[in-house]
């Protein structure tokens, strides 16, 4: 019996800290959030001046919630299938490599750790500024003979602010999925393939499609889900390419995701009853369809 | 504390000191942690009883020297006041929509800050009213544009520290040798800017997002609107003269003439100086940088009227200082803020003129300033008093946030200008019914 005390003291030594934390710095705020946005509550955090779901009714109604939704479904309609394609590919080429496997996997991984802000910075000031000097601009005077610079980030016709938007999070994030993909071939026994080629089949699409494939499919959920839960997340790289500072505001009306809105109303105006009530439709959103989802591709179910 | 350091080094040791103690104040939003913080600063000072420590915020300037400045006039305060010590806190980062109106939402927020006076402070209990300090002779040394941007309630919440205003600044060079006069109308300046426009050096440059910013309010200002009637309960922009104000910007807009995609934007003055462009739009704190680039070859007007039934147009920016109502020391820090912004001339010009270039918001205090007598900062100056224009206590970063997506669905998605208008004063007056209910 003193052996199962024991092990109970420990296990709430080890655990409460963590509780603690959770509950102090998660489970709170998401209650008193959730609390907030019933509330009327414009230059305070004081809950008590319940209004009901007029911010969830606000909320909904605004054009500017409204765009940013249909921004940010763009936005995860070009992200989620580009990272998919391009991290399976990599896992595939860098597992499969004869040799520098660790090289090429440490290579494509190093911009995982680099940060949105910098990188966006890079992205915006560097490869895509809209001056003459700025690389893609030279890059398309030297190679291609265009001499008029475009605005990458102002231009709207066309939006050309997607392609930077989206290939500075394909570069950030691809490494770190390939990796992901990368543990899961390692996976597959190589009996399996070793049996397929006995049956007469040949290395390439066909093993791909009937072994690789179906044996990654938790691996290919799992990438899905995150992908999708951090794509409708987005802030950072928006927030420092469209704009920046209160300066060119005007660009990030182009361009604006759900969290950059809500930051505006919760932090710039100082509505936190509308910014909470904002950001649990937001959840709701992703909790829905990371459930669909999970029905739909059958995530977790042995295969 | 006799005078073996020499000052600024005690300044500086003391202000670094500061800061430490005050990132700490500044993240304890429990009581506990700021009666430690407050434990501590008592066991090292051997002050009588009834000392009283002040903090003051201040954004972080971007000129050199302001800093400084700053922790001496708190020195200097406690010079002549030796029971007050006032703790001068630099916040850097996003001061304005983060750093500031959290700390406010605490009991621990900072006594006296500068910032922007509103409604929504007042409703929330955040600013003291400072109409003590507005004598007859005080409020007849102030411009009544700063007065009324203050007034809230019909009581006044802030002193004006340093006024600011925008200017189109033209190479003088560029325009004589195409002929082409400053312009005064908004016609004559989009046939300037498309006239100047050799590809190489575009036109005219008004920010990276191609004027949506630096123009939402000045466009219909400069066509004689007004964004809140005089009674400040109604939306008034939802008109005709607004929509002719934007088709005019659409049509700058389209016109190609336009620098986009600057390395900085309008707020900076790199753009003018390298010779990107013949024309911009930026404020009067970049004129020293433009004068030392550029000599005199450079003047300024403010924006064009849109025809002859405007006016020609232009921000009155600046900070305002403000008393926390929730402060422990509410009227040592109104006898600060007396000392520093309304008696203080000297600090006042030293602040306004000495680091960057704004203009003092004492009236008297503007008069007397030597670098403002003559040539463009005289312009500069008489430009703000004759066209410069606020947006008053009630406007908020909600209807800006409205109507920046108006004009840029009017610039970019070609959206029909008097249905966007129309809609966009609705949803403002809508905000404006909230805050007033």
Known sequence: ????????????????????????????????????????????????????????????????????????????????????????????????????????????????????????????????????????????????????????????NPPWYWLVLVTVRLWLQVGLYMIIFIAGLQEIPRSLYEAAFVDGARSGWMTFRHITLPMLRNTLVAVLLLNFIAAFQAFDEFWNIMGGTAASAGNRSLARPPLVYLYQVALGDQDYGRGTAGAFILTAIIVGVTLLQGRFFGFGRST | MTGVKSPTMMDASRYARQLKLNRRHMIAASAGAAGLAAAGRSARSVRAQDAVTLTQWYHQYGEAGTQEAAARYAAEYSEVNPDVTVEMVWVPGDYSATALPAALLTDDGPDVFEGSPSLAMVDAGQIEPLDDLFTEEVMADFNPVNIAAATINDSIYGVKMLDDLGLLYYRRSILDEAGIAPPTTMDELIAAAQALDTGRVKGLFLGNDGGVSALIHIAPWSAGVEFLDAANNEITFGNERTVVAYQKVRELHGSGALLVGAPTDWWDPSAFNQGLTAMQWTGLWAMPGIQAALGDDFGVVPWPALDGDGSPATFWGGWTEMVNARGQHIEESKEFVRWLWIENTAAQQDWNLAYGFHVPPRISAAESAEPLQSGAPAEAVTILNEHGRVLGPLWTGAMNTIITDALSNILNSGADIEETVATAAEQCQAELDRNLA
Not at chain 1, 136 to 145: A, H, I, K, S
């Open chain 1, 1 to 156: 019996m003193g052996t199962k005390r024991e092990a109970t003291f420990a296990f709430w030594v080890f655990m409460a800290p963590i509780l603690l934390g959770l509950l102090v710095f998660t489970f709170v705020p998401i209650g008193w959030g959730f609390l907030l946005s019933l509330s009327d509550a414009r230059n305070s955090v004081d809950i008590g001046n319940f209004i009901g779901l007029d911010n969830y009714a606000f909320m909904l109604q605004s054009p500017q919630f409204q765009d940013s939704l249909i921004t940010i479904i763009i936005f995860t309609i070009f992200i989620v299938p580009l990272t998919l394609f391009a991290s399976l590919g990599l896992a595939m080429l860098v597992n499969g490599a004869g040799w520098g496997r660790g090289i090429f996997r440490t290579a494509f991984f190093i911009p995982t750790a680099i940060s949105y802000v910098i990188a966006s910075l890079i992205w915006r000031m560097g490869l895509f500024s809209g001056v003459p000097s700025g690389v893609m601009n030279v890059v398309l005077y030297e190679w291609f003979g265009i001499e008029a610079p475009i605005s990458w980030i102002t231009s709207s």
